[in-house]
């Protein structure tokens, strides 16, 4: 039966409980090698304390906003390492640790929250689209890329990120659908971290879980513990294997928690309780790893505090250079809305430009 | 559709002129585009075998194959994401909107992202995507599709907006648009998909950002595009009758707007009057007659005036004929630009 084998396992797979011993439900998952473990595990904590650092810079007023990705830091870091090269990742604003761990440097990546520009990065260096606002529409360009990789013989593919809120866009459902018809080498990968802002996902979808979603459209979908970074990392790369051998695209479903309010600017005081999000401190994808990597003894206390120091680093250089004033040019505004600036676009410039001459002259 | 001579690709065979249809210049510059560059894809809804509602890409699937020129599922921002993403890859899509007001559902992707995208990487990514819609009346269509949305796209930074007039020009403009680094919105008068001319097609022409002047004239200037460019010519015939000697426009480009053509126009003539089907609050007339006021007011003999569409929902079919901009209406506003005053 088809439909028998698009349905999502029943219980999120587990690679890695959350006291660091063997998950008991590990499906068809492949246990990563222990070099992916150390660097899962890298990654994770460089990327709390860069989370953490821009959690403060934002409100310090350094950054006009930051959506904190705590919590979910498995499922930043497991998707970004589990691409290839020549893959493509497609973000939304609350992942900024996959674009850090995926080589965007730290300043760039938070050009767009820093207010500098929209975005900070080049997309092609690292294979990173611009952080999308707006929800859900990154499927469709992951999918269209995915599919142009494809007409072109390229051997390529786009990995999506977004939310649990996202999904209920319409935009995912198409992205969903064109993937499957054209069998797209895209990966679809929904942290699903409980609340699209203050909207808990049981007013979100009647769905029995938002990886059995993927049965509608023909796409195998995985269920997931989005706190464990080797299930995360594993299911990924499964699904980048199967679109790069024309397999079409997967559906993953990663249960996690946002243990961050939405943004600096939002209270999740009003809509969640003080004891859920203790419950999820105790499922730390860190600690978790960390456990793991200490029993099997590949971690120690001397490699444990190397990584700190790294992370402070990091936190450092991301706190100095976020203290240097930007150097925004306004005379910029006008240089990328086409490919060559209209007539019109160079009037504006110029009287932009007079006017802050003038402003300039008339200071004291 | 009418079947009628289309010059076979070549440019030697190009020399001749043959009367043509618009729908079929459409179609001869879209496989012209696709034998010139690899990396140009056409698709959208019904586009593949039946080769479009109206046609226009009739043949083609046949011609170069289904992954260049492929059915989409009925999903409009789809169309459009995935055309997003696929320019991010190398490639040149070309889509079909199959109507006006069903090309909404992809004006998220069209203003937040198409648009944008070069701006938000500073010039990084470019998205050289041509979207193609069949806009306006005049056809006896019901509702909702007869729409004139120039101006929801106009109205969008980042957008090039272009709308040809005439067949020849329609193929032009089409090549000229895929050739473009920009996102196109390419509107076509789908009322003048059948109207014929005697002409040689050609991708060599006026660049894709310039109004042309289609007839000459030393009294009024008037200002036309898309459907409304026949009606506008027909117009200045009739006017020659009553001793007006009107010039015509064809905008060709919505946006960028041609200010320098305009300019030199109205600034010689000293009186201008803008034509489109849309409705006028607001509407596209508005930011012409704005901008020449500002460039040209010293040259004025008579406010600048505007025939349009009424501010109203487009009517349906029985009643459309009311709504529609035509010749007497243009006269009427030719005769309101205040000649009393001349020489006072």
Redesign the interface.
């Known amino acids: 039966m088809v439909t028998q084998r698009l349905l999502p396992s029943a219980a999120p797979l587990q690679l890695i409980d959350p006291d660091g011993r063997p998950g008991q439900n590990p499906g068809g998952l492949t246990f990563p090698e222990p070099d992916v473990l150390i660097s899962l595990h890298r990654g994770m904590v460089l990327g709390r304390r860069f989370d953490t650092q821009a959690t403060v810079l934002a409100k310090q007023g350094r950054l006009a906003v930051y959506p904190s990705s705590r919590g979910q830091d498995a499922c930043q870091v497991g998707a970004a390492l589990a691409l290839r090269g020549q893959d493509w990742l497609f973000p939304t604003y609350r992942d900024s640790v996959a674009i850090l761990t995926r080589g965007v440097d730290a300043a760039e990546t938070l050009a767009l929250l820093r207010g500098d520009?929209?975005?900070g990065y080049?997309?092609?260096e690292r294979r990173v689209?611009?952080q999308c606002t707006?929800l859900a529409?990154n499927?469709?360009?992951?999918?269209?890329?995915?599919?142009?990789?494809t007409?072109?013989a390229?051997d390529?593919v786009?990995l999506v990120l977004l939310g649990d809120g996202a999904t209920s866009e319409?935009?995912a459902h198409?992205?969903l659908?064109?993937a499957a018809?054209w069998k797209a080498p895209v990966v679809f990968l929904v942290q699903n971290n409980g609340y699209a802002i203050s909207v808990p996902l049981a007013k979100q979808s009647a769905a029995p879980t938002l990886a059995a979603k993927g049965i509608g459209y023909g796409i195998p979908p995985l269920l997931i513990d989005g706190n464990d970074a080797a299930a995360v990392y594993a299911a990924v790369a499964a699904g980048v294997e199967r679109a790069a051998t024309g397999g079409g695209p997967t559906l993953i479903e990663a249960i996690t928690y946002r243990v961050e309010a939405h943004t600096n600017a939002d209270d999740a005081t009003r809509y969640r309780t003080d004891d859920e999000v203790r419950g999820w401190l105790d499922r730390d994808p860190i600690a978790r790893l960390e456990a793991y990597l200490r029993a099997e003894r590949l971690l120690d206390d001397e490699a444990a505090s190397r990584l700190a120091a790294e992370a402070e680093q990091l936190a450092a250089d991301v706190r100095d250079r976020m203290s240097t004033e930007a150097s925004a040019d306004p005379a910029?505004l006008f240089?990328?809305?086409?490919?060559r600036p209209?007539?019109?676009l160079e009037r504006q410039r110029a009287t932009l430009l007079a006017e802050l001459e003038e402003l300039e002259e008339s200071a004291p | 559709m009418t079947t009628v001579m289309i010059p076979p690709a070549g440019d030697t065979a190009r020399q001749v002129p043959a009367p043509v249809t618009m729908a079929a210049a459409l179609n001869q510059a879209l496989a012209d585009s696709l034998a010139a560059d690899d990396r140009v894809?056409v698709f959208g809804e019904d586009v593949g075998a039946l080769g479009g509602v109206f046609r226009i890409t009739d043949g083609l699937a046949g011609k170069f194959g289904e992954?260049r020129v492929f059915d989409?599922?009925i999903?409009e921002?789809?169309i459009?994401?995935?055309?997003?993403?696929?320019?991010?890859?190398?490639?040149v899509?070309v889509v079909e909107m199959q109507f006006d007001a069903f090309a909404y559902?992809a004006f998220?992707?069209v203003t937040?992202?198409l648009a944008?995208?070069?701006?938000?990487?500073?010039?990084?990514?470019?998205l050289p995507v041509v979207i193609r819609v069949p806009f306006g009346g005049g056809i006896g269509g019901v509702e909702h599709h007869s729409d004139s949305s120039e101006a929801y796209y106009t109205h969008t930074?980042?957008l090039?907006v272009v709308t040809p007039g005439t067949p020849a020009d329609a193929y032009l403009l089409l090549r000229e648009a895929i050739r473009?680094?920009?996102p196109v919105i390419f509107l076509e008068p789908k009322r003048r998909y059948w109207s014929k001319e005697t002409a040689v097609l050609t991708p060599d022409g006026p660049p894709i950002?310039r109004a042309v002047v289609r007839r000459t004239g030393r009294d009024v200037t008037l200002i036309a595009y898309g459907g409304m460019v026949a009606t506008a010519l027909e117009a200045a015939e009739a006017a020659a009758e009553e001793d007006w000697d009107v010039e015509v426009i064809d905008l060709r480009s919505l946006s960028?707007?041609d200010?320098?053509t305009l300019t030199e126009s109205v600034s010689r003539t000293g009186r201008a009057v803008i034509v489109h089907e849309a409705a006028g609050f607001a509407g596209y007339g508005a930011e012409v007659a704005a901008r020449l006021t500002e460039q040209c007011f010293h040259y004025l003999e008579a406010p600048i005036l505007r025939v349009t569409g009424f501010d109203i929902p487009y009517p349906p079919p029985r009643l459309e004929q009311y709504h529609l901009p035509n010749t007497d209406r243009i006269l009427d506003a030719i005769a309101r630009l205040q000649w009393e005053d001349e020489g006072a």
């Open positions: 520009w929209h975005c080049d997309p092609y689209a611009p707006p529409t499927t469709l360009h992951a999918v269209g890329l995915a599919h142009a990789a007409l072109q390229k390529q786009a319409g935009d198409e992205a659908n064109f018809l910029e240089e990328h809305v086409y490919a209209t007539a019109a | 894809v992954h989409t599922p999903a921002s789809g459009v994401g995935t055309a997003i993403g696929m320019a991010m890859n190398g490639l899509p559902p998220e992707q937040s992202h944008k995208l070069r701006n938000r990487t500073r010039g990084r990514v470019a930074p980042g090039r473009c680094p920009d950002d960028p707007f200010d320098q």
